[in-house]
């Protein structure tokens, strides 16, 4: 059974602090996509990561896929109000089938 | 482009009865997954439809089950419902092929009383 565990499960932090949300497994996974979700909303997908390795910037976000394509880190910089909110890290099998392995998420709060 | 569209946003349902949720996915794609969101156990997966064909299934009781159509549209169904059925339900589309990335719709938020 493919897990994801995320870390933290929460985090408080001051507005302009920095962070950083780490996702882990045994397993190997094609790609990891992270997402934010708001209360009451659906999932809104922020990035895919597909090689070992991988680095992709979405402005202040930073997301890392690791070189085993077995775990992934969201970091923040400079967090502000606006990124409060849960994170969701999911991983997609070989098969590609439509099967995404979530973490348990990462609730966020940035205080102004 | 319209994104994910599920109806309805919210239902409340007595136990025992049946209920019928709706997705329609971005237009051209083939992928429809269904997800359960609680508290407690998180995102959870249901099943995937592709091509009217149930592609992956989940841990779930037969209770539910689901369906997708000649045009992606895709319905769940829940029978028997049981308290513990309380949840979002979120459906998620996908063009099907190549690297896998889901969008969701905003959820049906289910409440059993």
């Known amino acids: 059974t493919q897990l994801l565990e995320q870390s933290p499960q929460f985090l408080s932090i001051q507005e302009g602090e920095n962070l950083t949300v780490y996702c882990n497994s045994s397993?190997?996974?094609?790609?990891l996509q992270w997402y934010r979700q708001e209360p009451g909303e659906g999932p809104v997908l922020l990035v895919t990561?597909?090689?070992?390795?991988e680095v992709k910037k979405l402005k202040r976000l930073t997301f890392q896929f690791g070189d085993a394509r077995k775990d992934s880190s969201l970091h923040i910089t400079a967090a502000q109000p606006g990124d409060t909110g849960l994170y969701l890290c999911?991983?997609?099998?070989?098969?590609?089938?439509?099967?995404?392995?979530f973490g348990q998420g990462t609730t966020l709060q940035v205080k102004p | 482009k319209a994104g994910v569209t599920q109806t309805p946003r919210y239902l409340i349902k007595t136990r025992g009865q049946q209920v019928t949720l709706s997705c329609s996915p971005i237009?051209?794609?083939?992928?429809v997954s269904w997800y359960q969101q609680t508290p407690g156990q998180g995102l959870q997966f249901l099943f995937e439809?592709?091509?009217?064909?149930?592609?992956n299934k989940g841990n779930f009781p037969g209770r539910f089950s689901g369906r997708q159509f000649s045009n992606s549209r895709s319905e769940m169904n829940v029978s028997t419902l049981e308290l513990g059925d309380s949840a979002l339900y979120l459906c998620?589309?996908?063009?099907?092929?190549?690297?896998?990335?889901?969008?969701f719709g905003q959820g049906t938020r289910l409440t059993v009383v």
């Open positions: 237009s051209g794609h083939r992928s």
């Open positions: 439809y592709f091509s009217e064909t149930q592609r």
């Open positions: 998620a589309s996908s063009g099907g092929q190549g690297v896998w990335e889901a969008f």
């Open positions: 999911a991983g997609a099998g070989a098969s590609n089938t439509g099967k995404l392995i």
């Open positions: 397993s190997v996974f094609s790609s």
């Open positions: 990561v597909v090689t070992g390795g």
